[in-house]
């Protein structure tokens, strides 16, 4: 079946602009995680949705980042006025509905600041 | 706070070697314990997991991990490598009852054929 799929693949934006970063996830699976990676490290936790409740936002490194979840299914990340250090590959992953959840990744896509 | 630490960040190896990639946590509770894989070019992909019982566990293209909770560990062997193992290699826990994990930063793995 259809895996994670994540929109665009490769996004090149000026400092100070806004993006948004989609993701699909399997259908069915009712969680969704966001996460960040920088050259070199890990992967840094952003945010998790689990189906219709408050999502955990403990990872979100400013107010410039936010994330929506419509219908339990699509997200989009949004990061506003963006800067530098906000380039890395972002990945989205999502699980099924027993846990701990094995996770699902997408493709990722790859954010330069310039 | 959780932590997750890979002191092995780059391991280079000849096909036929075995391999051993160091994974320990810091945590102060039940965890699981996940390695996932990234091939080149493509998706990171779960390679196993532990969550109770057997610590010994195995995973796919004949991975395994031992779960030693007296030394915080999980690394991951595997008796003999191949080429196509080449990746780069992710230690994850989650504690007991939480479902946000923390990720190690990875070990690339090469094999020369």
């Known amino acids: 079946g259809a895996g994670v799929s994540q929109s665009p693949s490769n996004k090149v934006t000026e400092k100070g602009k806004d993006v948004e970063l989609r993701c699909d996830p399997i259908?069915?699976?009712?969680?969704l995680y966001w996460y960040r990676q920088s050259l070199g490290q890990g992967l840094e936790f952003l945010i998790y949705?689990?189906?219709?409740?408050?999502?955990?936002k403990s990872g979100l490194p400013s107010d410039r980042f936010s994330a929506e979840r419509t219908g339990g299914s699509v997200s989009t990340l949004t990061i506003q006025r963006t800067q530098q250090e906000d380039s890395a590959v972002y990945l989205c992953?999502?699980?099924?509905?027993?846990?701990?959840?094995?996770?699902?990744f997408g493709p990722g896509t790859r954010l330069t600041v310039t | 706070a959780q932590s997750v630490s890979q002191h092995n960040h780059h391991v280079i190896l000849s096909e036929a070697a075995s391999l051993e990639l160091g994974c320990n946590y810091s945590?102060?509770?039940?965890?699981?314990l996940f390695w996932y894989v990234q091939y080149p070019g493509q998706h990171l992909q779960l390679l196993l997991k532990?969550?109770?019982?057997?610590?010994l566990v195995k995973g796919i293209k004949g991975f395994e991990a031992e779960f030693i909770k007296s030394k915080f560990s999980f690394n991951l062997r595997k008796p003999s490598v191949q080429w196509s193992d080449t990746a780069e290699y992710f230690c994850?826990?989650?504690?007991?009852?939480?479902?946000?994990?923390?990720f190690g930063r990875g070990t690339s793995l090469i094999v020369h054929p």
């Open positions: 994850a826990l989650t504690g007991r009852g939480s479902y946000i994990p923390t």
């Open positions: 945590y102060g509770g039940t965890v699981n």
């Open positions: 259908s069915g699976h009712t969680a």
């Open positions: 949705f689990q189906g219709n409740s408050a999502p955990d």
């Open positions: 992953a999502s699980g099924g509905t027993s846990g701990p959840y094995e996770q699902y």
């Open positions: 532990y969550f109770s019982g057997d610590p």
